[in-house]
């Protein structure tokens, strides 16, 4: 197809451009049109009727039918073409430039390649491959060297057992019972004589003992040994008590020179009764305790202290 405006200057192409958009959408529109028309021609008309149903009717597609587009098409452009030719104003004719010939260009030099002669291959070196020798040398056998001799084992003779020794049975002999002549029983009044001599003896040795022992002790060492005596049964004393049971119980004892308790009295008490009388046997049970050394008060007042954990 040919362009509407061909000797138009650029100035027009736009107007160009609408109008063949324009013409393309009344075309297009129409095609639309009509397909609409045709549709609304080919659709059935029912009409009521009290008789027997229709028959079944088959439609088939009619024939298409060509449409001359392309001459429509064209003579709308045409026709949009001259009317925009007509209200556009010609422009004045423009001079043409004058173009000064141009000198002849230089012919091309024409590059010369020597051809340079491929080497001549150069022929493979023929290598000799040793003939091979007739002779074959045989397989030297190597003799193997005979296996050393098994070591032959020494016979070892049994020796002869010794002969068992027999058990000699010694009978002993029994021993023969032998009375026993027996002692004359010592009288009443021996056996009485010698406890009063051994008693006298025990007493004079302890007496002894103790004063050698108590001369060489200082009053304050004494009182602190008998301290730890009382302490020993206070802690006995302690575990039976009631845990809720607490205080301060003050005695005071005399004893004798052999350390025996002769008297036991309150000088203060815990407020606690039971607590005070189990103090006092306690001191009671405690006889005899050590014995003091010479020329010391025999009357102590020792504390015992009672309290909860």
């Not at 040994?225 to 009382?230: E, F, N, R, T």
Request: glycine share 2%.
């Amino acid at each position: 197809m040919m362009p509407l405006c061909p000797h138009e200057p650029r100035r027009s192409t736009r107007l160009c451009d609408a109008a063949l958009w324009g013409s393309a959408a009344l075309i297009v529109l129409f095609a639309h049109v009509s397909s609409a028309a045709w549709l609304l021609s080919q659709m059935p008309v029912e009409v009521a009727s009290d008789g027997p149903p229709p028959a079944i009717m088959i439609e088939l597609a009619a024939e298409p039918e060509a449409i001359n587009t392309e001459m429509t098409e064209v003579s709308t452009e045409t026709e949009d073409a001259q009317e925009v030719a007509e209200l556009i104003p010609p422009e004045p004719p423009v001079e043409e430039l004058v173009s000064e010939p141009l000198p002849p260009e230089p012919e091309p030099v024409q590059e010369t390649t020597q051809t340079v002669p491929e080497p001549e291959p150069l022929p493979e070196p023929v290598v000799e491959q040793p003939q091979p020798t007739e002779k074959l040398v045989e397989k030297a056998e190597i003799p193997l060297p005979p296996p050393p001799p098994e070591p032959v084992k020494p016979e070892v003779k049994k020796q002869p057992e010794p002969p068992k020794p027999k058990k000699v049975v010694v009978k002993q002999e029994k021993p023969k019972d032998v009375v026993k002549p027996q002692p004359a029983q010592p009288s009443k009044a021996s056996v009485a004589a010698a406890a009063e001599v051994a008693k006298s003896e025990r007493n004079a040795s302890a007496r002894s003992s103790s004063g050698s022992a108590t001369s060489s002790v200082s009053p304050a060492r004494w009182q602190s040994k008998v301290q730890a005596h009382l302490a020993r049964r206070k802690g006995q004393l302690a575990k039976s008590r009631d845990k809720g049971t607490q205080g301060t119980v003050l005695v005071r004892f005399s004893i004798d020179t052999g350390g025996n308790v002769l008297s036991v009295s309150l000088s203060r008490s815990s407020g606690y009764p039971s607590l005070d009388q189990d103090v006092l046997a306690m001191v009671r049970a405690a006889s005899p305790v050590p014995a003091p050394p010479p020329d010391v008060n025999r009357t102590l007042t020792v504390p015992f202290e009672f309290t909860t954990r």
